[in-house]
């Protein structure tokens, strides 16, 4: 039984999640740090600024406390999927970014469930697929993703900066 659940994120609670994804991706070994790309951590510590339609939710899981324990960004159509480097028109398709669960929380299941979580919201809208973007500092989170069914897609990759960023997808249909 797990101890914690998921939810919807309250608008309130978008510092806490911020600062959650700003000392989670800072401590990724072999990602960039936040001297190295200053703007990527500002959108991270500032989440609540990506929720630019109703279709954009943020997905967090909770404690029974109420603490945040892990979130997820879920994008029901690519509109502002972003990031700036590449732009995906792909339709009937909904986008996963911004995976993090707290170092204390890691090991329990808590980032499968989430990721379970905005796949059944995007078969509920009928899309046909779920695209996310990782880089190779996030392994725990790339191996998931791919014993969950995603399929690398080379030609959703970027560069960021001088970082690696490589797109998965996962047909629904």
Known sequence: MNNYS??????????????LLVSVYSQLEGFPKKDDQPEY????????????SSDIEIIVATDQQNNILGVLV???TMKHYGP??????EQNTAGLRLLAVSPEAQGQGIGKHL??????????QGCGQIILHSTKAMQTAW????????KRSHDLDFMQGSLGVYGFRLLLL
Do not use: W
């Open 115 to 124: 990721t379970e979580s905005c796949i059944a919201k995007a078969k509920l």
């Open 74 to 76: 879920y994008y029901g």
């Open 6 to 19: 998921i939810r919807k994120a309250d608008s309130s609670e978008y510092a806490t999640i911020g600062k």
């Open 41 to 52: 951590y500002h959108t991270l510590a500032n989440i609540g600024n990506l929720i630019k």
């Open 84 to 89: 700036e480097e590449i732009n995906i028109t």
């Open 143 to 150: 191996n998931m993703y791919e014993r969950m069914g995603f």
